[in-house]
């Protein structure tokens, strides 16, 4: 595991000490890591190497940890979202997601990916069952907060009486998308982002080289998932360099023009809640870049359009284009017509000539 040393404590302090408790939450922003520390604390309990065990890990090599590894353990169970499959490196995260602070497609409310009640079902038909050759039976649930209603309503029944062998690691982005009394069932685990220099000496370990490494921590912002996903995967960096541009052609686009691009991309509107969690970090880098704070900026590449933006446009109006592409995110998520939510944003957006003077 890299990074999240308080966290990894925390559970290893349940191993060793035999002070587990039924259903863990890991919670914290997309591709920081969750569904790594998930998987390898899911390794740890189903280990048969008793002395790894006993000291919080995993040994890695026994047949326990070699099929809960590739996930074929049958005392574990691990449920991704439907429509989240086809997406990047699951051992990582869910999804490629985007680097910055807030938004993704998979809440509820825009529901792109689900947990359904079914999926929910056929789990406890299975924990019903006592675990086959471990101790425990282990369930990793990698995105709990696309789960629907009926499915963690289905659930709750489970987190409340569960089976004493059982036990279960939701990993959620944070708990306002969960009912309270799914959260209070669970013990919180909190994971932050991980520090510039621990992503690079990760991506170093994977055989990326230093300079590249460097890039890539800073386009991830902490974020080690996106981060070892980018270094794998180039098409992730295309399509997040394509997403970011728009904002600087939006800019320099006339009234006319700027419809036109809404109603382009209004007709992915798949694409959308990554696409606007992009803008939402573009936005936020360009006050940075004004503020002369050019350390924390995180979209480097973009540094010519974010001086041209910071240059041109007041503080006033560089926060207002920030909220309003929140807003529109948050619209969105709400099922907003995708079209105009997006005319009023790029119409929001500061025009060439509204600039500092
Ligand atoms: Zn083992």
Not at 27 to 46: C, V
Not at 237 to 261: F, G, K, N, Y
Request: with cysteine.
């Amino acid at each position: 595991m890299v990074g999240h040393a308080a966290a990894v404590r925390l559970l290893q302090h349940g191993l060793t000490g035999g002070h587990l408790a039924h259903a863990y939450l890991l919670l914290g922003p997309p591709n920081i890591g969750k569904t790594t520390l998930a998987l390898a604390f899911a390794q740890a309990l189903l280990c048969e190497d008793e002395t790894a065990r006993a000291a919080g890990r995993a040994c890695g090599v026994c047949a326990g940890c070699r099929k809960a590894r590739d996930r074929s353990h049958p005392d574990l169970r691990v449920i991704e979202p439907e429509g989240a499959a086809d997406e990047e490196s699951p051992a990582i995260e869910g999804r490629e997601g985007a680097p910055t602070t807030r938004g993704s497609g998979k809440r509820k409310a825009a529901s792109r990916v689900q947990v359904k009640i079914e999926t929910v079902r056929d789990l406890q038909r299975d924990l019903a069952l006592r675990p086959y050759q471990a101790a425990r039976r282990v369930v990793v649930i990698t995105q709990a907060d696309a789960m629907n209603e009926a499915a963690e309503n289905a659930l709750l029944k489970t987190l409340e009486e569960p089976p004493s062998y059982a036990l279960l690691i939701l990993a959620a982005e944070d708990t306002e998308h969960l009912l309270p009394t799914t959260v209070s069932r669970c013990q919180q685990v909190q994971l932050g982002l991980v520090p510039a220099s621990l992503v690079i000496d990760a991506l170093v370990e994977r055989g990326v080289e230093t300079s590249e490494a460097q890039r890539l921590a800073r386009l991830s912002g902490g974020r080690i998932g996106w981060a070892i996903n980018a270094a794998r995967d180039p098409s992730i960096l295309q399509r997040r360099a394509t997403a970011l541009d728009h904002v600087p052609r939006a800019l320099a686009a006339s009234r006319a023009e700027r419809l036109t691009i809404a109603e382009e991309l209004a007709k992915r509107p798949d694409v959308l809640p990554d696409l606007l969690a992009q803008w939402q970090g573009w936005w936020r880098d360009a006050l940075l870049t004004q503020a002369g704070c050019d350390a924390w900026v995180m979209s480097v590449d973009q540094s010519a359009a974010l001086r041209q933006a910071a240059s041109r446009h007041t503080t006033a109006n560089l926060a207002a284009a920030l909220r309003a592409t929140r807003q529109a995110a948050d619209e969105l998520e709400r099922n907003a017509n995708p079209r105009l939510a997006l005319e009023v944003l790029l119409l929001s957006w500061p025009q060439a000539g509204q600039g500092i003077g």
